[in-house]
């Protein structure tokens, strides 16, 4: 129903900045939430941040408060994920999950993008 493209991850130096892209097709009328997540190796994946398809409110993880910004553009069906000051800990595959209204979890998955921060 709903299908997502990851993209904009890479390779970044400590202390600089990407910006991760996700674009959504299919039935996009009824998304409700669009969500990065991020998963590192050895570790569980944990939501980074997600926003609200219809009013914009937006949630972060702690650890990511004032470094990361999640924006959404309705008419380009895509969110997008800011990420400054970059740490080596930042490093993981981040997804893009999206949350449709009747549903009570992400259940629609990108296939990931790679972001690699070196010390």
């Known amino acids: 129903q709903v299908q997502l493209k990851e993209s904009g991850g890479g390779l970044v130096q400590a202390g600089g900045s990407l910006r991760l892209s996700c674009a959504a097709s299919g039935r996009t009328s009824s998304i409700s939430r669009l969500g990065w997540f991020r998963q590192a190796p050895g570790k569980e994946r944990e939501r980074v941040a997600s926003i609200s398809w219809t009013d914009g409110t937006t949630y972060y993880v702690d650890s990511v408060k004032g470094r990361f910004t999640i924006s959404r553009d309705n008419a380009k069906n895509t969110v997008y994920l800011q990420m400054n000051s970059l740490k080596p800990e930042d490093t993981a595959v981040y997804f893009c999950?999206?949350?449709?209204?009747?549903?009570?979890?992400?259940?629609?998955w990108g296939q990931g993008t790679q972001v690699t921060v070196s010390s």
């Open positions: 999950g999206v949350r449709m209204v009747l549903a009570g979890q992400y259940n629609y």
